[in-house]
């Protein structure tokens, strides 16, 4: 049988990345969940653009749904000012870009990825186009999303960027898709996996994350990813040993 392929890329947009799944006619995969991590997504998929706005759960992604696609996956934040749309608009939701923007507009761009050899390049320099049109995103969301990044507490970015609790909620919203602290909760899961990846143990690498101890990191895999942590690596490695690894962050077929 046929098996799907996973891979992704830094992009040439800062920040980005860019990645494509490969799905012969036939090939079959079993449903899986991609995690939350600040991120959104404009996807090609069956002649269809359509946008990932960001998780504040794992989406589940149902196997019959997912074809060959190419898409790119923009840095927290970033998104927002290339689409024109406030994140918080498109949470937890998947739309087709022409629901977003003018229909000749998005009719426009599908056409030029359809028509282009590689679809994931094409995407990535429409991507860029759309970059050079807008402008680099708000330096103070980039700032925020960098520092929760690192691990800083939301009052001391708030005090580091000379915003107030309010300002920064609002502010986080329309970038990121969620107020700053469940922003922070969802970057520091996604450090603890990394870290976890590289070989540390559980309890280690939650308080290097941030965690209190590697309780608090179960709870927060059980409420932002809806499984455990033995349960989430067991279902990579048998990914690992026989079909496409796992995509990471919000990338998914839609």
Known sequence: MPRQRYEER???LDGAVVWTLDAPPGSQQPARSVLPDGCMDLIWTGGRLIVAGPDSHAFEVDPRNRGSCAAIRFAPGTAPTLLGVPAHELRDHRVELDALWPRPAARRLVERIDRAPDPAAALEDAALDLAAGTGPPDPLTVAVADRLRRG?????????????????????????????????RILRLQRA????????PYAEAACRAGCTDQAHLAREMRDLAGTTLGAYFAAGDAEANSETPQPSGSSTTA
Not at 193 to 200: E, K, N, P, Q, S
């Open 10 to 12: 830094p992009s040439r």
């Open 193 to 200: 996996l990394t870290l976890i990846r590289t070989g540390l």
């Open 152 to 184: 800083r507490s939301v009052a001391a970015t708030a005090a580091e960027v000379g915003l107030g609790a309010r300002q920064l909620h609002r502010r986080s919203l329309a970038a990121f898709g969620y107020g700053p602290k469940l922003l922070a």
